[in-house]
């Protein structure tokens, strides 16, 4: 069986996190995926988060299913080798700085000459234009300046950071998507290659929902409401007797109700503020008692089952060691065993979604730096001799 990307080539050229997640996923469908790496430094993600017998667990994961090839870009014979690596890809992924690949002459111009078919992704917290474009950047930076922290955390508290890459995350997701849309209208409309422009506080404007609508058109700056939702209610995180948490959503009318029935206060369903999800948010306060004393009466189990009986909405509240021992993930295999040649089995989220004819799989995991660097130069035409010369150059 084939895989559905088999016989798309990607170059990751790109580092933390956004490009080589999406390069990652890309290689989860079976994309030919070579990532690149400066021959002295690394993928920063090699020396980021904690490692173990020495193999970093951060790259095990977000190299998985890659190549790897040292080449120093910045240099000309550098330069050169790429050109001839590029000639034969579809995708190449990079992050650098606008005005980089220009510098050291691989800019779009240059590169659409030798391949025209090739999709040019560059991935920057602000983008290739505008004032802010040469600024350093991160995930974090677009997850403040998307309004995303202003209203993350509790009202009489600082804006919150999420404590992981979450607008990465959001940009790699954007990123594959992006590169399909590309792969589809050069392929099938036969047309050229283009370059995806990819500012990763732009995909948080957009997961943020009608925040701009909203002020656009009423005046209005949503605020810090905690767990709590400015557009129904009940919805929040409420503790157990034995010491729990869980989690309650009633984005659905009738679920609300139902809740309600359940925590013995239907009486409110007949105010008339409980009709629309907004009138309950005005009334959380009132909300939240109910569930909060009927919730924290009963243990973990009791809450669950009760709410299932009703068809409610809730959730407990995990950590990761919840997540590896509950049934429903089990059963999916949502957390999937890879095997590492230092490390043996190693557990990680699978491929994103599940394809019934073409599934995604982990071919292997992230591998040493340079580890593919002869085969890939090999395949250029680049000799054993000539290879040893651009090492002791430091250009590979």
Sequence with gaps: MHSPLEGVR?????????????????????????????????????????????VPLWWTMLGRNKRTV???????????????LFKSA????ENFRPGTLERWGLGPDVLHEINPKLIIVRVTTYGQFGPYSHRPGFGTLAEAM??????????DGPPTLPPFGLADGIAALTTAQAIMTALYHRDVHDEPGQVVDLAIVEPMLTVLGMQAMVYDQLGRVQQRTGNRSVNNAPR???????????????SAQAIAERVMRL???????????????????????????????????????????????AQAAIAPVYDIADV????????????TTAHDPTLGPVRMPGPLYRLSRTPGSIRWTGRPRGADTDDVLAGLGYDEGERAKLRAEGII
């Design 90 to 93: 579809d995708v190449l992924i």
């Design 70 to 84: 040292t080449l120093n870009l910045g240099a000309a014979k550098g330069a050169e080798i790429a050109k001839n």
């Design 146 to 155: 998307s309004g995303f922290a202003a209203i993350t955390g509790e009202p």
């Design 324 to 335: 590896f021992a509950d049934p429903q993930f089990i059963a999916r295999d949502s957390v």
């Design 10 to 54: 990607v170059i990751d050229a790109s580092t933390l996190f956004a490009g080589p997640l999406a390069a990652t996923i890309l290689g989860d469908y079976g994309a030919d995926v070579t990532k690149i790496e400066h021959p002295v430094k690394g993928d920063p993600a090699r020396g980021h988060g904690p490692a173990k017998d020495g």
């Design 236 to 250: 929040n995180t409420y503790r157990t007797a034995d010491g729990r948490w869980v989690a309650v959503s009633t």
């Design 263 to 309: 925590v013995g206060r239907p009486e409110l369903i007949d105010e008339p503020w409980f009709a629309t999800g907004v009138g309950r948010a005005a009334h959380a306060d009132v909300l939240d008692e109910a569930l909060s004393g009927w919730i924290g009466a009963r243990d973990l189990a009791t809450v669950t089952a009760a709410f299932e009986r």
